[in-house]
């Protein structure tokens, strides 16, 4: 009734510093941004509801700012609230599935997977098992989503997971010789993703709740700075920008370099998991000057910038040209999400 293989689905990307926008074109040569855009969220130092309100306009802002109008968006989860585990069972039958993949969401989720939605994918191995990987997330999260797609004339069509936009994203743009040992870092304002796709075809989901927003509190507390001071620093566009806060800022990361060997370390251990020896970075913190260089220096693993839109055409005679070249690292979600279909 839609027609969604006419239509082209929009990525949107609702951060809480942030709204990313994306739709993308996809023909035999491969994907085209047919639009781009980003909008900060302004910050309410009153209650949940004026936050919500001031998400809702950061939307819209930036559907106005493509220009373009659009219908049906595909929006992303992560937190706490989401999980993303594989399963392995003894050979069972398609009326089996269902019931043991929910008793194992039960197990395996850090909430209560009985108030919120499960959904799964089979990874067929040639063998007498039944494997495949589990998505949950809670109802709350999902609605909160629906409903801000909603105050802002959108229909929410799709409901992703990020970390799996992202390596959807990656994989669909990467060459073989990329993927087999490489960890996408997703650093965000409230969350840091870690997305690896394992050579069994299992992908490793890990979402941590320190984040870009916490280094830059920790940063204007060493510095007795406010916060909107060392976002202009950090971003480069201050007056201030002659302050050194190289230190502060390599102090005010260590639990995040800290987080993440540990969640590589772990994922290394698993069975049939290889060592990463490459991390792609992106996001909006990624951006930040000098953090790949420090995240390169801490992590044992080569680590880069990764801006997705380097592989995708993006006419940049079109106003859509420079928010992709320069804001690209902050978009891969948002792109990750373009590339879905129903």
């Known amino acids: 009734m839609l027609s969604f293989t006419k239509t082209e689905l929009l990525g949107l990307d609702i951060g809480s510093s942030a709204v990313k926008v994306v739709r993308l074109r996809k023909d035999d040569a491969g994907y085209t941004v047919t639009a781009?855009?980003?909008?900060?969220?302004?910050?309410s130092e009153e209650d949940n509801n004026h936050q919500k309100i001031n998400t809702v306009k950061a939307i819209r802002e930036c559907l106005e700012s493509t220009g373009r109008k659009m219908k049906f968006a595909v929006c992303g989860l992560s937190g706490p609230e989401v999980a993303v585990r594989d399963f392995e069972f003894p050979s069972l039958s398609t009326s089996e599935i269902d019931g043991a993949?929910?008793?194992?969401?039960?197990?395996?989720?850090?909430?209560?997977?009985?108030?919120?939605?499960?959904?799964?994918?089979?990874i067929p191995n040639g063998d007498?098992?039944?494997?495949?990987?589990?998505?949950?997330a809670t109802n709350a999260l999902i609605k909160n989503k629906v409903q801000l797609t909603k105050e802002a004339a959108l229909k929410c069509v799709l409901m992703d997971v990020e970390g799996l936009a992202l390596l959807n994203c990656f994989n669909g743009l990467a060459n073989d010789s990329e993927k087999s040992t490489t960890a996408i870092l997703n650093v965000g304002g409230s969350h840091t993703t870690v997305a690896i796709m394992g050579n069994n075809g299992r992908p490793f989901i890990r979402d941590m709740t320190f984040a870009g927003d916490d280094i830059i509190k920790q940063i204007a507390t060493d510095k007795g700075m406010s916060t909107e001071d060392v976002k202009g620093i950090l971003s480069g566009d201050s007056t201030a920008s002659h302050i050194d806060i190289n230190d502060s800022l390599?102090?005010?990361?260590?639990?995040?370099?800290?987080?993440?060997?540990?969640?590589?370390?772990y994922y290394a251990t698993q069975e049939q998991s290889r060592p990463v020896e490459k991390i792609f970075v992106c996001g909006g913190f990624a951006l930040t000057k000098g953090f790949i260089e420090l995240l390169n220096s801490r992590l044992g693993a080569e680590t880069v910038l990764w801006n997705p839109f380097e592989k995708i055409r993006c006419d940049t005679a079109q106003r859509f040209g420079d928010i992709c070249n320069k804001k690209g690292p902050a978009l891969a979600v948002a792109a990750g999400l373009a590339m879905r279909s129903v």
């Open 36 to 43: 781009a855009g980003i909008a900060e969220i302004a910050v």
């Open 101 to 122: 993949v929910l008793f194992e969401a039960s197990q395996v989720c850090p909430f209560n997977a009985a108030d919120g939605a499960v959904d799964y994918h089979l």
């Open 128 to 136: 007498d098992k039944t494997r495949g990987i589990l998505v949950a």
């Open 250 to 265: 390599e102090k005010a990361c260590q639990k995040l370099t800290v987080d993440v060997s540990k969640t590589l370390r």
